[in-house]
């Protein structure tokens, strides 16, 4: 289905939104910084070799210079040499300490495997991989293999169908999962892109002086014109003048097949207002989500799975109950799985629409779902209704949700979502005053608490408190603390 993709650029901050039939299909954001450094390939330059720890200090450009591993150099050296036993039985020499392997002033191609933390700085390997939209290209590496998360009876088929396609060009090359249902064209597409990738970081590695870095993980930016840009896209709209022109010079040496659509928006209103993007991303972080109908969802997120409830609300147009709910479920199928790609949501997926008597509309409406997730670029899966009349979906996690990105954890209340009453933390005060009563002996017993508690002391459980300090013959004073939540409190001796 035609589509159109709207890229709105900040130093800070990248969007993205995916137009689909008028409607926001799907939204990706990108924080400067928050991209981190780990897959950026350096021209590193030795500058400390320590035989006891078996590693080696490179400065690669940064702060602090990075840490390499006698593990993480030459896997291939580490093989040949590693300890252990040959296929025979025979014992292997160990690999070479690495002060046979690397010098001070050396210079290294390496790559980031961990982003510096606090003190320490980040960790390299001269085993260098580039991950593509499908696959993973490693050109120090002759072996074609397809991921383990793959059942193993299609997977050498996918094995055979990728040594075809990658030919004696060079290099390995290993499916990712999400590459599993690809065509043979999308498959050469990303050899092409890769081959071409490491053809340009070789190139700037022979001319660069150390330290230099020679390769970037994408931008996002350029992952839409690489990934999300399909046939179907008509345009790729993009807000910033500089950054129109440098995935202009990507798209031309990378992606030429998009290059023609890219386009800088030019209108006077933000270009996320026509479509009302920033209202979806407002209304996809609630729980809630109205239907044309007057039906309406309920999506919980938790750890562990993710529940969508479907109701019929003021829905009362059909002609009768039964057709009531039918429709309400039709429409609910659709919204579930614009919702899905919306914010995002993987793993297990239960949904639970209005209960159908008629064995026909429970169909229609699983066909309904699985044509609207047949548009997902994310892979899912789908089972029957279930004894309970639930249904049961997978979708696969590939990046976090739109919540998890955009939201935290709320301090009030801890992620539950409900706070104690104001009544509740009078009488959990109360007894802890007992306790601390028969433990101290203090001339005064002050309580801090929020607003709402204190007033609630001062008016309602007056009585109470005065009954309590009669009791322990002692005065208690109230101070109400603004900044504190309902649940928080202080019992201070005085």
């Known amino acids: 289905m035609p589509n159109d993709i709207l890229i709105n650029w900040s130093p800070q901050e990248t969007r993205v939104a995916v137009i689909e039939q008028g409607a926001v299909q799907e939204v990706h954001i990108e924080r400067a910084l928050e991209r981190g450094l780990v897959g950026n390939i350096y021209a590193g330059r030795v500058q400390r070799v320590l035989p006891g720890m078996q590693s080696a200090f490179i400065d690669i450009g940064l702060q602090r210079t990075a840490f390499l591993h006698v593990a993480d150099l030459m896997p291939q050296i580490q093989q040949r040499f590693g300890a252990g036993r040959g296929e025979g039985g025979e014992p292997r020499p160990a690999p070479p300490p690495i002060e046979r392997q690397v010098f001070e002033g050396q210079t290294l191609l390496v790559q980031v495997l961990k982003d510096p933390i606090g003190s320490k700085g980040a960790r390299l390997t001269t085993q260098v991989s580039i991950a593509g939209r499908l696959l993973v290209y490693l050109p120090y590496d002759e072996h074609v293999g397809v991921s383990q998360k793959i059942p193993n009876p299609q997977r050498e088929a996918l094995r055979q169908r990728l040594q075809a396609l990658v030919g004696e060009g060079g290099g390995g090359f290993i499916l990712r999962t999400n590459g599993e249902d690809a065509s043979d064209e999308e498959l050469a597409d990303d050899i092409a892109y890769l081959r071409k990738t490491w053809a340009r970081i070789r190139e700037r590695a022979n001319t660069a002086a150390p330290p230099a870095l020679l390769y970037e993980e994408l931008t996002l930016a350029q992952r839409v014109l690489r990934d999300l840009a399909t046939p179907a896209t008509r345009s790729i709209q993009v807000d910033a003048r500089e950054q129109f022109a440098a995935l202009q010079a990507f798209a031309a040496e990378f992606t030429p097949q998009v290059a023609e659509r890219l386009q800088l928006?030019?209108?006077?209103?933000?270009?996320?207002?026509?479509?009302?993007?920033?209202?979806?991303?407002?209304?996809?972080?609630?729980?809630?989500?109205?239907?044309?109908?007057?039906?309406?969802?309920?999506?919980?997120?938790?750890?562990?799975?993710?529940?969508?409830?479907?109701?019929?609300?003021?829905?009362?147009?059909?002609?009768?109950?039964?057709?009531?709910?039918?429709?309400?479920?039709?429409?609910?199928?659709?919204?579930?799985?614009?919702?899905?790609?919306?914010?995002?949501?993987?793993?297990?997926?239960?949904?639970?629409?209005?209960?159908?008597?008629?064995?026909?509309?429970?169909?229609?409406?699983?066909?309904?779902?699985?044509?609207?997730?047949?548009?997902?670029?994310?892979?899912?899966?789908?089972?029957?209704?279930?004894?309970?009349?639930?249904?049961?979906?997978?979708?696969?996690?590939?990046?976090?949700?739109?919540?998890?990105?955009?939201?935290?954890?709320?301090?009030?209340?801890?992620?539950?979502?409900?706070?104690?009453?104001?009544?509740?933390?009078?009488?959990?005060?109360?007894?802890?005053?007992?306790?601390?009563?028969?433990?101290?002996?203090?001339?005064?017993?002050?309580?801090?608490?929020?607003?709402?508690?204190?007033?609630?002391?001062?008016?309602?459980?007056?009585?109470?408190?005065?009954?309590?300090?009669?009791?322990?013959?002692?005065?208690?004073?109230?101070?109400?603390?603004?900044?504190?939540?309902q649940e928080q409190y202080d019992i201070v001796l005085l």
Do not use: W
């Not at 044509?371 to 997978?394: C, H, I, N, P």
């Open 265 to 485: 928006y030019r209108g006077e209103r933000p270009i996320f207002e026509p479509f009302q993007v920033d209202e979806e991303i407002q209304k996809a972080l609630g729980r809630r989500v109205d239907l044309k109908s007057g039906g309406y969802l309920v999506i919980d997120q938790t750890e562990a799975l993710t529940t969508i409830d479907v109701n019929t609300g003021a829905f009362v147009g059909a002609r009768n109950f039964d057709d009531t709910v039918f429709r309400t479920n039709l429409e609910a199928a659709q919204a579930i799985a614009r919702q899905l790609r919306l914010r995002n949501l993987g793993g297990i997926v239960i949904i639970d629409f209005i209960d159908m008597a008629r064995e026909e509309h429970r169909e229609a409406v699983l066909t309904e779902l699985r044509k609207q997730l047949a548009r997902d670029r994310v892979k899912t899966m789908v089972g029957g209704f279930s004894a309970l009349g639930l249904v049961e979906m997978t979708r696969k996690r590939t990046r976090e949700s739109l919540a998890q990105m955009l939201t935290e954890t709320c301090p009030a209340c801890d992620g539950r979502g409900r706070v104690r009453t104001a009544r509740t933390v009078c009488y959990d005060i109360l007894r802890e005053i007992l306790r601390e009563a028969r433990a101290f002996n203090p001339r005064e017993f002050r309580i801090i608490a929020s607003p709402s508690v204190i007033e609630r002391f001062l008016d309602e459980e007056s009585q109470h408190l005065a009954g309590l300090s009669d009791f322990i013959g002692k005065p208690i004073s109230l101070q109400s603390e603004s900044a504190m939540t």
